[in-house]
């Protein structure tokens, strides 16, 4: 399976989510990952909520020869960041693609996924499974277990 992982990380948490699903998916796979980045970087209460369509540093991955997209955002402020949906919004290519998202944060996620997924579903894709990761100290080995478990299930599907 071919496979990209675009995933945005301030502090590192989703980062290592990200790396944690490249190791997962194993030999056998190729896995591309993709560190989204905003033109311009800010302190994470300076970026507004409302902001959907902020300058990402191009180029972004074209995802025409990827079976399956993975995509990640911190959660902030019970919603993903501004620069993962800026992202989805910006991206090509998703109609027909198969999408699954993950989400990392300390206690409370909110609507984070169900908006990724929503801007997927009106791109014309397909959202085939989601993981949000929870805790409040550094992200340790236990606490990412489940990331092989959703890397499994993805190599599963159909
Ligand atoms: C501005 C801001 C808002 C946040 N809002 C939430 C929130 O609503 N719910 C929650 O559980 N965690 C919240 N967090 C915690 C982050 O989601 C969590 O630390 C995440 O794993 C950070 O990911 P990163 O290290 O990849 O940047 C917030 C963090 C920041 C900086």
Redesign the pocket.
Same mark, same amino acid.
């Given at each position: 399976m071919n496979v990209l992982v675009a995933y945005y990380?301030?502090? @590192? #948490?989703?980062?290592k989510v990200a790396l944690a699903l490249e190791k997962a998916f194993g030999e056998g796979n190729t896995v591309t990952v993709f560190r989204i980045r905003p033109e311009h970087e800010l302190k #994470?209460?300076e970026y507004r909520k409302s902001e959907k369509d902020l300058p990402l540093q191009k180029p972004l991955p074209s995802l025409k020869d990827f079976d399956l997209v993975i995509v990640g955002t911190?959660?902030? @402020?019970?919603c993903p960041t501004p620069i993962v949906v800026s992202y989805l919004r910006q991206l090509q290519g998703a109609k027909g693609k198969r999408f699954a998202l993950f989400a990392?944060?300390? #206690?409370?996620? @909110?609507t984070t996924i169900m908006r990724l997924s929503n801007i997927l579903s009106t791109k014309g894709a397909t959202v085939v499974d989601t993981l949000t990761i929870?805790s409040i100290f550094e992200l340790d080995a236990e606490k990412l277990k489940p990331v092989q478990g959703f890397a499994q299930r993805l190599l599963k599907e159909p």
């Open positions: 990380s301030k502090t @590192g #948490a989703t980062e #994470a209460h911190p959660v902030w @402020g019970f990392t944060c300390t #206690a409370l996620p @909110g929870r």
